[in-house]
């Protein structure tokens, strides 16, 4: 009969060749089973992603009551009342009269006035050099 036997060589050699690429995907296809039969069972999640559970409660702080730094003043600044000027046999001569802690003094470069060394006294400024710090500061005329 026909049925019984390939046709052609070429089918014989077509079901020769094709009969392990078969044999090859039914072991994967049992072997994918296996794994779905034992992986198949059901296994509850152990978080439920559609409902949040709250925050616990922050442990409360241990807080020291801030005691505020007492604000000191800045000392007092000389206030500059009036620039002297003397024009003698040795050129112009300038002086700085300062009103300061109640006192009013006139002083020339180099002289000291409380924390202060009178440095460059020119015609609407004197510059003051802090003792201390070794700051300049320009105080003019207002």
Request: glycine letters at 6%; aromatic letters at 4%; hydrophobic letters at 45%.
């Amino acid at each position: 009969m026909a049925g019984d036997a390939p046709a052609s060589p070429r089918a014989a050699a077509d079901a020769t060749q094709v009969s392990p690429l078969v044999a090859d995907v039914n072991a994967q296809v049992h072997h994918l089973r296996e794994r779905l039969a034992l992986d198949g069972r059901f296994v509850a999640p152990s978080r439920d992603p559609f409902r949040f559970r709250g925050r616990p409660a922050p442990p409360p702080a241990i807080t020291e009551p801030v005691v505020p730094e007492p604000v000191v003043a800045p000392p007092p600044m000389p206030q500059l009342v009036a620039i002297l000027t003397d024009t003698g046999a040795n050129g112009v001569t300038r002086r700085a009269v300062f009103a300061f802690a109640g006192n009013v003094s006139i002083v020339k470069p180099g002289d000291t006035l409380d924390r202060f060394v009178i440095g460059r006294v020119d015609a609407d400024a004197v510059e003051l050099t802090e003792r201390a710090t070794s700051t300049t500061i320009r105080v003019s005329i207002k």
